[in-house]
Every structure is written in structure tokens, then in C-alpha cells.
Nanobody, 124 residues
């Protein structure tokens, strides 16, 4: 299974910014959608933003206008620029990738790969 490596989390004051980055542990992959999820203590993991290989994006309402997701298809990396951070954005953020797995027949399915998570803490 493909490992995803995240970086960029940390502690920031409310109103500040952070940029998260994610890259796969190996090259030569074909990845469909990529995205970021987050999980706050005592809560379920929540989708934050996704981006397709064609560049179409989707955001949870609570981050629209503040967060921007982007990707580099050549490197299979995905970033999340987070501006105007709020204390309620505090969570562990996880990178996700839908990685194609091909079979000899030429067919493929997609498999979910996840990063280890990076902590984002926003102080008030």
C-alpha cells in the first residue's frame, strides 16, 4: 500500500495561516482524487477538501473562502493552504489519495491511501 507523507502542521494563533503538504512515498503512481480530512478530539473524521486530477475542487462549507486545495499532478502532491484559521479548525489533518491499482486485464480499481496525520492547533 502506498504511504502518504504529510508536513506543515503546527500551532498558530487565530487569524493566522498554515500550509499543509502531502506526497506519496514512491513515484510512478496514477492517482485520481486527492484530499484532506480532519478529526477533532471526540469527533468523527470529516472531509475538508478534495481535488480531482482535472482540478475540480470541493470544500466543506465551514472552510470555503479560507482554505485552498491544490495539487501537482506531475509529482502527485497535494497542498492545503489554510488562512484565517479559527480555533474550531483545530484537529489532526489527514491526507488521502485514491490510487489506481491495475490488473493484467487492464482493468483497475482505486484504493484509499492515508497519511499518518499532522496536528493543527489554533489558539484563541
Amino acid at each position: 500500500q502506498v504511504q502518504l507523507v504529510e508536513s506543515g502542521g503546527g500551532l498558530v494563533q487565530a487569524g493566522g495561516s498554515l500550509r499543509l503538504s502531502c506526497a506519496p512515498s514512491r513515484s510512478g503512481l496514477i492517482i485520481d482524487a486527492m484530499g484532506w480530512y480532519r478529526q477533532a478530539p471526540g469527533k468523527e473524521r470529516q472531509l475538508v477538501a478534495t481535488i480531482t486530477s482535472g482540478g475540480s475542487t470541493n470544500y466543506v462549507d465551514s472552510v470555503k473562502g479560507r482554505f485552498t486545495i491544490s495539487r501537482d499532478n506531475a509529482k502527485n502532491t497535494v497542498d492545503l493552504q489554510m488562512n484565517s484559521l479559527k480555533p474550531e479548525d483545530t484537529a489532526v489533518y489527514y491526507c488521502n489519495a485514491k490510487v489506481r491499482r491495475y490488473y493484467r486485464s487492464g482493468h483497475y480499481n482505486t484504493e484509499d491511501s492515508w497519511g499518518q496525520g499532522t496536528q493543527v492547533t489554533v489558539s484563541s
